[in-house]
């Protein structure tokens, strides 16, 4: 028998017996002892309770986040944190936002599970604003990026902040050159951007920009820009535009031209580390004997890359060669570096932050690692729930195209083995078994005789996902997209045929879960969203209108809008659609005698909720709906100026009649303008001529260019514009004319409006923003187009990623790739990349074959253009643009 084991000694005496216990003792503080004491001499028998009562309430939710408010030690907050205390992370987040938490503990919360993205971002601002001390006092600081800027002047720290919230996703460079202040501190911070290949390409075009426009070739105007630096409080674009307007020296006076161009600016470093896989791909498709690099200062230029610039990972064995015959170290670490082996990265599985993924991303994107390996690497539930910093990077996109092209090719279009493997995925799951893609298929395939789930694979895993349409809405409206649901997973990588299939096993509840899980994804899964649209299944369509923000960066909500669904529209003008998706649903509402119309519904809704304007807002100006438009007029008044006023009047006059006119003009409720114009046309033999007339006169483009060359910043510039009344159109020509004549400050801002005509947009290509993997909306010539003036500088979107998509989309050809799309070194680095990838699209393999021809011919075994080629790539031709395309940097005519 086992020895009995005493329990042990609880009550008083037992708690009297551990206070004169000497070991005891010395461990308790004099304040506790005296607590205890004092509540064990109570005669009335209340010990427990008076103990009780002053324990802390470890259960109570608000309690950490008042203690982590008030905080500000560091060793405070790791006891606080490592003490059980309620997580409610809701309340939490509630009270960073009203008093915020110190960065140490933004950090940890920021690494909660429980957390949702719109949480996680709160704490993370914190942790990222801590270089950048307001007042020069550490404390919590949740103020986005740009807000900062716009409100605070830099100090030292500008460098070092700018590099974490860049490298982070939540800081455009840009704002760098258009809002930080000072300029001193601003380009620092652009500089240590250009050394970390942060800066981006819409950055650094807006600084060739501005450089060109105000500085040129000038010499006194660069001198003024160093004098300026150090004493300007403004931003960088104000420093160079002052600089430029120096008043030239004697020196700079007009005279013969100088024999010898001003030399460029050196390139940078972002743009010299795809020299070597450049050069790399050229000799690979050259002849084999054609020169190598011998000047030292090439090579040494050529060194500026790192072990992820290599290509295939590897220095390049010509390269080591030439190097160490000139005793020139092979990188600027003194290595020279060798591809990982399969098991090297299978051994570093990608943590959930980017930096701890670099060795897989850089593998994949070289081609050592191929994309089908990563089905056999990964563990299959990261992909149910993406981590957030994956998005951005290749492989994670190349992970989801490798399993899609597996499930077409393994499961066919039946719906049972469909099932089959969510089922698996998702009792995997339960256990925790972390297992792989392929271990699942190969799971399910060999239980393929069993019976199938009706409803999917059972619960959602491992949170539990929304119960109703309503609750999906709350999750989506907060940026919760942590919930898992393998059938969501499997519907967005598959056809149309096996959605259809699928779709209806799932039971009524499918196609809103579907809706709700698509939204999570950057780049929209078209196939499941066509068959939801054509399926018209209301809670899943409710599901989609009302959260369509997550649709807007695919430009997918105007698939929303084609759908012509009131309940649709109305859900899509009261979440606050983009001005071209609202003035489409409110100019095709007409009022009806038989069923109440949009704009009726609008109106009751108005009245019903006495909100200060009604959803789609002074858009129903423009509309064919008198009662709202009456209705506005009504409560607005003078409130609009006076073109919103006579829009109104005229769309009164035109679908109410002259006696509504009449009554409202009459009625004291316009201005005095917008009163006697009413009342001059209603005199006229043609109101609406008369009315249309001053409109067109009020909206003259003169008093548009006055105001937009008063605009103080980008924000203002764009509301200028978005400020005219609903549906009226912007005289472009006189625009870009006046901007010819005198440039208008925030001109790209204002260029790239959605509303823009394309053809404006064509004009100025150089100034929209880059293209994503699925192109800029508009024609297919507008993304090549703007493909000109540089790829590879999108923050949330790998470039091997972008150009994929392009070319898989037929919006770049690989002619295109060679002719016309810059820079000509990222374009080789990338072509480079695909030689050895095994997903890359067949136009990739087109480019090469066209380079090589171009290489034979234009270079051959040249020794004077090889050279040429490496000192355009390294910086070393002072009349090389790097914004070129490929035929530029290989065509030797006219070099000398």
Known sequence: MRPRQDRPAIGPDAVRTLLDDPAAAARLSRTVVTTVTEALSDTGGDARRRLRGQCEPYEDPARLPALLAAARGTSTL???????????????????????FMPKACEELARHEAADDAQRLAFRLSVLNEPWRAGGRRAGNSTPPARRLAEEALDDSAARWAEGMVGAGLLDPVELVRTAR?????????????????????????????????????????????????????????????????????????????????????????DRVHALAALDLLYSLGPADAPRPASPDVLRALTVYGWSDAPGLTTPDWFADACAAEGIPASEDGFVYAAPSLAEIRAELPETYGSGAQLTEHAYLQGVLPADELLTLLPAHRLLALPHDWRRLAFAEAWRSALARRLRAELGTGPDAWLRLAATVTASEAAAEGLTWAELLGRAQ???????????????????????????????????????????????????????????????????????????YDRTPHRALDRLLAGRDRDA?????????????????????????????????????????????????????????????????????????????????????????????????????????????????????????????????????????CAKALAAAAPATVLRA????????????????????AAQARETVGSLPPGEAVDWAALEAAHAEDPFPYWSDVVRLDDVPEEVRLRHAALLHEPGPDGLSGSVRLTRERARHGLGGLFHCAPATQLDGLLAAGLLSGADLLRSAAPAARILAYLSGTARRTDAPPEAAAARTGLAELVRSRLGTDGAAWARVAERLTGHAPEWEPISPVTALLDTAGAG
Not at 78 to 100: K, V
Not at 694 to 713: I, Q, S, T
């Open 78 to 100: 790791r006891d606080l944190l490592a003490e059980p205390y309620a997580h409610d992370l809701d309340a939490l987040a509630a009270a960073h936002a009203a008093t915020p």
């Open 182 to 270: 000072p300029a001193v501190h601003a380009v620092a911070a652009l500089d240590r951007l250009a050394e970390r290949n942060l800066l981006g390409e819409t950055a650094a075009t807006e600084l060739r920009a501005l450089a060109a426009v105000h500085l040129g070739e000038r010499p006194h105007a660069w001198a003024a820009l160093d004098t300026l630096l150090a004493e300007l409080r403004g931003t960088v674009a104000e420093l160079i535009a002052e600089a430029g307007a120096a008043p030239a020296e004697e020196a700079d006076a007009p005279g013969p031209p100088a024999e010898v161009p001003p030399p460029r600016a050196p390139l940078n470093r972002v």
């Open 446 to 520: 060999s239980r393929s005789g069993g019976a199938v789930p009706e409803r999917g694979g059972g619960p959602l895993v491992p949170k539990p996902g929304p119960g109703t349409p309503d609750e999906a809405i709350k999750l989506l409206e907060r940026g919760n997209h942590l919930w898992t649901w393998p059938e969501g997973t499997l519907l967005c990588l598959a056809d149309a045929e096996v959605v259809d299939a699928v779709l209806p096993r799932l039971g009524p509840d499918g196609p809103w879960l579907l809706a709700a899980y698509l939204l999570r």
């Open 541 to 677: 369509l409710r599901v989609l209108a009302e959260q369509a923000r997550w649709m807007r960066r695919s430009g997918s909500v105007e698939r929303l809008v084609d759908l012509d669904d009131p309940d649709v529209d109305l859900a899509l003008l009261r979440q606050g659609s983009p001005r071209r998706t609202a003035h489409r649903i409110v100019t095709r509402s007409r009022p009806g005698t038989e069923k109440t119309s949009l704009g009726g519904r609008v109106l009751a809704d108005w009245r019903a909720h006495g909100s200060a304007r009604p959803a789609g807002g002074l858009m129903w100006l423009c509309s064919a709906e008198p009662d709202l438009v009456e209705e506005l007029l009504v409560r607005e008044g003078t409130r609009l100026d006076l073109a919103h006023q006579l829009l109104g009047c005229l769309r009164l006059f035109e679908h109410g009649g002259a006696d509504r006119l009449a009554r409202v003009a009459g009625a004291d409720l316009l201005g005095r303008a917008a009163t006697t114009v």
């Open 694 to 713: 001053r409109l067109d006169r009020e909206l003259a483009p003169g008093k548009l260019v006055a105001k937009l060359r008063r605009a103080r910043h």
